[in-house]
């Protein structure tokens, strides 16, 4: 099993920015896809973006559309934990954000193709 705990959600306004934290614990994929998901009421959970290893101290990263080039993803193997960025942030990024572990050898875009979840911490962004 492995556990995933999200921290570091709050209330921000317009233009600011958060780091998202995942800890994860358990029996950990030290190295395999792991993301970041989001879900605001009334819509459909979402990728926003997720990472691996693909050797040499090289990580994959792959990222939603809406969140190209103001979120980035990163990992520290060594402590189980994963990050998520956020710059910029606009009022539509207000949603429940989730880390999420996979089993598969590429980074999932569907939520489905995710085997473990955190229990997801609330980002707000307010005008």
């Known amino acids: 099993q492995v556990q995933l705990v999200e921290s570091g959600g709050g209330l921000v306004q317009t233009g600011g920015s958060l780091r998202l934290s995942c800890a994860a614990s358990?029996?950990?994929?030290?190295?395999?896809?792991m993301g970041w998901f989001r879900q605001a009421p009334g819509k459909e959970r979402e990728f926003v973006a997720g990472?691996?290893?693909?050797?040499?101290?090289?990580?994959?990263?792959d990222y939603g559309d809406s969140v190209k080039g103001r979120f980035t993803i990163s990992r520290d193997d060594s402590n189980n934990r994963l990050y998520l960025q956020m710059n910029s942030l606009k009022l539509e990024d207000t949603a429940v954000y989730y880390c999420?572990?996979?089993?598969?050898?590429?980074?999932?875009?569907?939520?489905?193709?995710?085997?473990?979840w955190g229990q997801g911490t609330q980002v707000t962004v307010s005008s």
């Open positions: 999420a572990a996979s089993s598969r050898d590429f980074v999932p875009l569907r939520f489905s193709d995710y085997d473990y």
């Open positions: 990472t691996r290893w693909i050797g040499q101290n090289t990580y994959y990263a």
């Open positions: 358990g029996r950990t994929f030290s190295t395999g896809p």
